[in-house]
Structures are given as structure tokens and as C-alpha cells.
């Protein structure tokens, strides 16, 4: 059983090594161009030459797949870094200080959380205008509430122990405290849940660039790729199944590797 | 008593907060949505014909007059009208809201069944493989997207089983695939806890005492666990009803059906800020209700923390 999981957590590692450096280094993996295409070659399905088969246009879908991985990723990446930067920030300033300014900032919270995940990033999409950068910031917003809750929670939890209190009593003040003992035990949690909206944040972008807010035409972003496939659902299944299984393999690798680090500590 | 007027002032300050930084934001907007669209010269509008238009819309004055009147107008269930149609935006909401809720409606309790079906299996099965199938199905559910989810049901079901027709679906068969897609990644999170709490609550040594005393097995799971191993899943129900309007906006819009989904998809595109303002601060108040309504029943339901409330 312990094998198991260990398999299954190495397959997850692997899988996201690959789609990193899918992003980085994308033609080490195929050799064909991801925006123009063989128009003698289109639609055709999944083979040897063409993995993942070809699109309307006779582009190959694994090619496109493959340099959409850096879209998919820098997104994840830049939404999951402002949730990261604003929700601890907030979480640290309301746990830390306490008082007004906590039940401030835990009201704003609260709205956060009560507008739906979409609807949030909706509305900063209106405000922002359409684009990946966009897409990821307003994607970015919704996780902020999560991340200000976990860290002000670990905050509190830590400023209640004995060897903060035996800091503040040695005559420490309360930013030097914070740098020396509270920020960095209350970390840990906080590296948990920005593995775990990593995932979330690669499935919210491809949401956002299935709907045509994100990357525009003919970038090849994993969302708009399945859009594109859409109008061929009748007859060219490749176009849309295949970007989605690894959209959800990638996902699934990222939430097996988060449940992996929130049990190690 | 102070408790519910306690709660009830806190879910107000909420919805405030949440209609002002709407209202900040959206009106804070670059070049506002009126101009946007009348100011293109095609339309060969004179200055004095915009100012007009503006001051019809109410756009003409003040900030901080513009934000009363729209709380005025919020307040007796006025939305101001919409940029793109010109018709008012409760009009418009009100003639998508009936689609959108038979679709919510039905998502729901699809995935409330799934949920129990999936919890109850991965606890029931017979052979150990099965159970850990059906244990990691939820995980494997919440990494789906859902437009893909929708996408991949029409392809199996209409395009290649031919079980639900694409053109000339009656208004039931139209319905199936939408509230699966809706409901089957809703329903993953809600497994999940249900089979959490499932396995505390058989573990508890009221449920050694019942099977000391002779139940059996199915007496045990339906009168004993069951009834407690539900109440945690309440208190997700405000969240679940959160994904369920994100999900009608992805799902209405795979399937191309009327509702408060498309409206917003549709709201998104032609930057039409009042519809989108109306639908975020309505998805916030439901929210909001849910939430409170929740709070509120919980201790009726499990009456071990009214007697907990007392004690403290």
C-alpha cells in the first residue's frame, strides 16, 4: 500500500517535471510549429506523426499542447503568487495586529469568500480587460481569502506560544518578532495551500480561456484549445479530449503533491 | 436571540462591503461602459446627444450621488439598466432566473445523491481495490474541468451512444447532460466529507455499543451513522451553492442555454457592468442567506451545541 503511494506520488512529481519543461524548453519535444500548419494535413487522427492528431488547420495538437504548457503554467504561476503575496500579507497584518484592524480585514475577507470563484474573477476580468496576465491576476484574487485566512490562523497559533511570549518579554519589538518567529513557523502552511491552488489555479485559467478571456487566438492556451476543438465534437474527438485528459493528469499530479506536502509536517 | 441578531448585522456588513467594492470597482472602470459604447463616431452622436445619454443612465453626476441612488435602486430591487440592451437589468434577470434554477435546482440534488451513492459505495464495497477506487474517484472528480466535463458528455452520449439527441431535444432530454455536468463536480467535494464522516462516526464508541447490543450491519449504517455522518456536509452547503452559479456560467454556456450563466458570459464580453454588478452582489447575497440560514438550523440538528450554547 506504502508502495503504492509512493509510486503514485513519484508518477506526479514526473508528470509536472514534464509539463515544466514542456514550458521551458518546448521544442526538445517536438519539432513541429505550433501557430501555422499542413492544410493538406488537417483533422486527421492521433498517429505516429501526429500524436495527438491534427487540428482544422493541419497544426499538430501535441505540438500545440506542449507550447501551451507555458501559458498554463506562468498563469498558475502569477495567480497563485498574488493570492500568495496579499493573502499572507493581510493574514500577517490582521493576526499580528489584532484587534480593528483584524475584524477589518476579516470582513473584506469575508466578501472575498462569498462571491463566487468565477463571478470574482469575472469581475476583475471586466475591470482589467481580457489576456493571460489578466486572467491569472483576477484568477490570483480569488485565492486571496484562503490564503489571509490560513496565515492569519497560523499567525494567532504562534504568537500564543511560549517562546514568542519569552521573545516579547527579552525586550523584542513586534516587527522583529514577527520577521525572527511568527513569519517563518507560520509558513509552512501557507507553501501547503499555494501547492494545492496551483492545480485549482491551472483549471480556473483554462476556464477563463475556454470562455475567451485569456490568451487570445492562436495562442495555443489549453482552455482555448478545447474551445477551438469544440465544433468538431461530432467528428474529430482528439481536438477536445486529449488537451483536457492533460489538463486533468496535470491537476491531479499537482493536488497528489500537495496532499503529499501537508501531510509531511 | 442576540445570537440570530448578531449573525443577521454581520451577514449585512458583508453584503455592504461586498456592494461597495462592486460599486468602486466597477465604476472605477477606464473610460466608462456609456462611452464605450456610444462614443464610437459610426454612430455619428454629437457631444450634446452622449451628454444626454449619460444623464439618462445616471452616469452625469457625482460619485458619491451616483452610489446612493444605486443603493436606493438595489434596495427596492431596482439594477439600473443594462449598457448593452438598454433594458432594465432586473427584467433581464428575472427572464433568465427560471432556466438557471431548474438547472441549479436539479444540479443539486443530482449531486447531493451522487454524493451519498459515492460516500456509501466507498465505505460498502465489497473488495478492498473497489473501495480505494471509489475513495480516490472524488480527487480524480475536482481535477476535471468542468467545460471539458460537458463537452466529453456530449461527445459519449449523443455523438456516439446516440442516447440524447443534439437537435430536437424535448425539454427534459435537454436537461440530462447540463445537470450532470453541473452536478458531478459538485458532488466530488461533498463525497469527499460525507466519507470522512462516515469513517469518524463509525469509529465512535456509541456505534460499538449498538453492535454490541446485535444490530446489524444495515441497521447501523441507516439509523446510527448516516444520521450523524450528514451533518458536517451542511456546512459546505453555502460554498456548494457558490459553485453552483459558477458552474451554471460554464455550463450554460458549453450547452448554448438561456440563463443567469450566459447572461453573465455575455455581460463579461460586452462589458456591461450593471448586469454583472446585479448577478455578483445577488450571487454574494444568496451566499450570504445560505450561510446564515445554515447557522441557524445547524443547532437544530444536532442539539448537542444547543446544549453546548447553554453551558457557555
Known amino acids: ?265 | 436571540m442576540a445570537y440570530l441578531a448578531h449573525r443577521t448585522a454581520q451577514a449585512l456588513i458583508v453584503l455592504a462591503i461586498a456592494f461597495t467594492a462592486t460599486f468602486v470597482l466597477l465604476q472605477a472602470l477606464p473610460g466608462d461602459a456609456i462611452l464605450i459604447k456610444f462614443e464610437s463616431p459610426e454612430l455619428g452622436l454629437s457631444p450634446e446627444q452622449i451628454a444626454d445619454i449619460r444623464a439618462s443612465y445616471g452616469a452625469d453626476v457625482p460619485p458619491l450621488q451616483q452610489f446612493l441612488h444605486t443603493v436606493a435602486g438595489f434596495v427596492q430591487g431596482d439594477f439600473g439598466y443594462s449598457v448593452q440592451y438598454g433594458t432594465p437589468v432586473h427584467e433581464l434577470i428575472g427572464s433568465a432566473l427560471p432556466d438557471t434554477l431548474a438547472l441549479a435546482g436539479l444540479g443539486f440534488v443530482t449531486a447531493v445523491l451522487l454524493a451519498v451513492a459515492l460516500a456509501f459505495l466507498s465505505t460498502l464495497a465489497p473488495f478492498g481495490w473497489l473501495r480505494q477506487a471509489l475513495r480516490s474517484l472524488p480527487g480524480l472528480l475536482v481535477s476535471v474541468p468542468v467545460f471539458w466535463l460537458g463537452i466529453v458528455l456530449i461527445q459519449v452520449f449523443s455523438f456516439q451512444l446516440r442516447l440524447v439527441p443534439v437537435i430536437g431535444a424535448d425539454p427534459v432530454q435537454a436537461l440530462i447532460l447540463p445537470v450532470l455536468t453541473l452536478a458531478i463536480p459538485i458532488s466530488a467535494p461533498l463525497a469527499q466529507i460525507l466519507a470522512r464522516s462516515i469513517d469518524e462516526v463509525q469509529l465512535a464508541p456509541f456505534v460499538a455499543v449498538v453492535r454490541a447490543k446485535g444490530a446489524g450491519p444495515a441497521r447501523v449504517l441507516w439509523r446510527d451513522v448516516a444520521r450523524n455522518a450528514l451533518l458536517p456536509a451542511v456546512t459546505i452547503a453555502g460554498v456548494l451553492v457558490g459553485e453552483l452559479i459558477g458552474g451554471a456560467v460554464v455550463t450554460e454556456t458549453v450547452f448554448g442555454r438561456a440563463g443567469i450563466g450566459r447572461l453573465t458570459e455575455q455581460a463579461v464580453a460586452n462589458q456591461d457592468v450593471p448586469v454583472l454588478q446585479a448577478i455578483v452582489i445577488l450571487a454574494a447575497l444568496v451566499f450570504v442567506v445560505v450561510n446564515l440560514a445554515v447557522d441557524l438550523v445547524y443547532p437544530v440538528l444536532d442539539p448537542r451545541l444547543k446544549r453546548k450554547a447553554v453551558a457557555a
Do not use: C
Not at chain 1, 500500500?1 to 508518477?11: E, K, N, Q, V
Not at chain 1, 490562523?153 to 518579554?169: I, M, T
Not at chain 1, 492545480?199 to 480561456?209: F, K, P, R
Open chain 1, 1 to 265: 500500500m506504502s508502495a503504492d503511494i509512493r509510486t503514485g506520488l513519484l508518477l506526479a512529481w514526473l508528470v509536472v517535471a514534464i509539463v515544466i519543461a514542456w514550458a521551458i524548453v518546448p521544442w526538445l519535444f517536438t519539432g513541429q510549429d505550433p501557430i501555422s500548419g499542413v492544410p493538406a494535413e488537417k483533422l486527421q487522427g492521433p498517429s505516429l506523426a501526429h500524436l495527438f492528431g491534427t487540428d482544422a488547420i493541419g497544426r499538430d495538437l501535441f505540438t500545440r499542447v506542449v507550447h501551451g504548457a507555458v501559458h498554463s503554467l506562468s498563469g498558475a504561476f502569477v495567480a497563485v503568487t498574488v493570492g500568495l503575496v496579499a493573502g499572507t500579507l493581510l493574514g500577517v497584518l490582521a493576526g499580528s495586529l489584532g484587534g480593528v484592524v483584524d475584524a477589518a480585514i476579516m470582513r473584506l475577507v469575508d466578501v472575498l469568500l462569498a462571491i463566487p470563484g468565477l463571478l470574482l474573477a469575472l469581475s476583475i476580468i471586466i475591470l482589467l480587460g481580457f489576456g493571460t496576465v489578466n486572467a491569472a491576476i483576477a484568477v490570483g484574487v480569488g485565492s486571496i481569502a484562503a490564503f489571509a485566512r490560513v496565515s492569519r490562523s497560523e499567525v494567532v497559533r504562534v504568537r500564543q506560544s511560549d517562546y514568542v511570549e519569552a521573545a516579547f518579554g527579552s525586550g523584542a519589538r513586534l516587527h522583529s518578532v514577527l520577521a525572527r518567529h511568527v513569519l517563518p513557523n507560520s509558513l509552512t502552511a501557507v507553501v501547503g495551500l499555494a501547492a494545492l491552488q496551483f492545480g485549482t489555479a491551472i483549471l480556473a485559467i483554462s476556464t477563463l480561456g475556454f470562455l475567451g478571456y485569456g490568451a487570445p487566438p492562436p495562442m495555443p492556451e489549453w482552455g482555448l484549445l478545447i474551445a477551438e476543438g469544440r465544433n468538431y465534437v461530432a467528428t474529430s474527438w482528439w481536438l477536445t479530449v486529449l488537451p483536457g485528459l492533460v489538463v486533468v493528469v496535470v491537476v491531479l499530479s499537482a493536488n497528489r503533491i500537495s496532499q503529499s506536502l501537508g501531510r509531511s509536517r
